[in-house]
């Protein structure tokens, strides 16, 4: 099929590179003309493990195209993607659906013959309904249809996720249409994938109440980590325990630092707000919100207990700023609160991440990024690790720190306490 993706985003650059993978003939749109170029040399603007490479490949078998040229990539395509942002709005939790609308816009100036328009941004309920207004001011509604399919990549796995979904929804209630978009997904139904339909409104709101769901079982099982910690129970124990259940499933049951991202902190807040339109109250997302929030704060003050109220020109390592590993995404993430406490408090700070030094964290002379794990933790009073890369899993510390009487604060649980103990390390971790 020939398809067209606007947006070259997280979803729209994975989900177009994925769906020329399968075979398709796509056109990935940007305005940003300087990432267009970079695409075009089969440069990823973003760090997604995997993804250069079948860049690479779809952009040599011309399968996968990159344009500015918005008129030619829909006149091409039957299919056409939405796939821009949706922030929220700075001074409230509202979805800013400038972006949208402005696409809409600009796909009927060019809409000539019949086109399906699928919204993948994740969008309040009724968007759709918008979009479908804008267009017709300009185009018959004969010559298109407006449908909804939303996206479930986590950052990191965004490829597997793409290739083994659990299930595609597609928010259309006609024949016709849904019929063809089960001819794009095939390749994905075929490998077990559940294509399920349902009406716009619905896939619009299937997308916030998944990730809304996801973030309040991760908030859940933090809060439950604090019981653990207050009665000396395992956290590990307890999510085992009830992941075994198969009504509550082993999944996002890791204990650990506030959730950060670019979605659940933002569809959290998103879907309160479109609620809140509806005249509905969601108290439990909206406590989620405030767990969260309060969580950030909660575990870098543990920081105090840990080091005796003595943090002032101690060394402190931080391994890991992302909001989880496996990105170089920084958005929302628990160490844009702990670093700058840390400061506050007079720390020397060193930081290692795998994916480079950050912006956020320039101009300060007592934070430094180190290129190894090695020399971040090299004569450090105490080791934070804030997320779970590989590399970060079984360091000889004794062997690189070099010094006597330092402490490991794992905000991951990712060693075992007992054999820390045994090489006689300070060891804290969470819930545990
Ligand atoms: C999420 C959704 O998973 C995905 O379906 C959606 O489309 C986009 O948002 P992403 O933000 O990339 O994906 O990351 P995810 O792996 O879901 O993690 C989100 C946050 O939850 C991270 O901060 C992570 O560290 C945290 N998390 C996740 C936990 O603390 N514990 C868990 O058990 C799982």
Redesign the pocket.
């Known amino acids: 099929m020939k398809i067209c993706m606007i947006g070259t985003g997280y979803v729209g650059l994975v989900s177009g590179t994925c769906f020329a993978d399968l075979g398709n003939k796509v056109y990935c749109v940007d305005r940003d003309k300087l990432k267009i170029n970079k695409l075009k040399n089969a440069v990823s603007p973003i760090y997604e493990p995997g993804l250069n490479d079948l860049i690479k490949n779809n952009y040599k078998a011309k399968r996968l195209h990159f344009t500015d040229d918005l008129e030619k990539a829909i006149k091409e395509s039957q299919i056409i993607f939405i796939c821009v942002g949706t922030p929220n709005k700075k001074k409230s939790n509202l979805v800013d659906l400038s972006q949208v609308n402005s696409v809409a816009k600009s796909i009927s100036k060019y809409i000539k013959n019949y086109k399906i328009i699928v919204n993948k941004s994740?969008v309040p309920v009724s968007t759709g309904d918008q979009i479908e207004k804008i267009i017709s001011k300009k185009v018959k509604k004969s010559k298109f249809d407006v449908i909804s399919n939303?996206?479930?990549?986590?950052?990191?796995?965004?490829i597997r996720?793409f290739k083994y979904p659990d299930r595609i929804i597609i928010g259309s209630n006609n024949k016709k249409i849904y019929k063809k978009m089960k001819i794009l997904y095939e390749p994905l139904i075929r490998k077990g994938a559940k294509f399920f339909t349902t009406s716009r409104k619905g896939a619009e709101l299937i997308?916030y109440a998944?990730?809304a769901f996801?973030?309040t079982?991760?908030t859940f099982?933090?809060e439950i980590a604090n019981l653990c910690e207050a009665t000396d129970i395992n956290i590990e124990d307890i999510s085992i325990g009830m992941g075994s259940d198969a009504r509550i499933g082993s999944?996002?049951?890791?204990?650990?630092?506030?959730?950060?991202?670019?979605?659940?902190p933002k569809?959290t807040k998103g879907l309160v707000s479109i609620a809140d339109r509806f005249k509905t109250n969601l108290s439990i997302v909206k406590s989620v919100i405030k767990s969260n929030n309060d969580r950030k704060m909660l575990l870098t003050k543990r920081i105090n207990k840990i080091m005796n109220n003595k943090i002032k020109n101690k060394k402190i390592t931080v391994l890991g700023v992302t909001?989880?590993?496996n990105?170089d995404?920084m958005r929302?993430?628990?160490s844009l609160v702990l670093i700058p406490y840390l400061l506050k408090k007079g720390a020397l700070v060193k930081y290692y991440d795998p994916s480079g030094p950050k912006e956020d964290f320039k101009k300060n002379k007592n934070l430094k990024f180190e290129k190894s794990i090695n020399k971040a933790c090299l004569g450090s009073d105490l080791i934070i690790i804030n997320?779970?890369w590989d590399e970060f899993k079984s360091i000889d510390f004794k062997k690189i720190v070099k010094k006597n009487n330092f402490k490991i604060y794992d905000m991951?649980n990712l060693y075992n306490p007992n054999e820390l103990k045994k090489k006689n390390i300070k060891y804290y971790s969470v819930g545990r």
């Open positions: 994740t939303p996206e479930f990549l986590r950052e990191g796995e965004a996720d997308k998944s990730n996801l973030a079982k991760i099982i933090n999944r996002f049951l890791r204990a650990g630092p506030a959730y950060g991202g670019s979605c659940f569809d909001f989880k590993a990105t995404d929302e993430s628990s997320t779970e991951r």
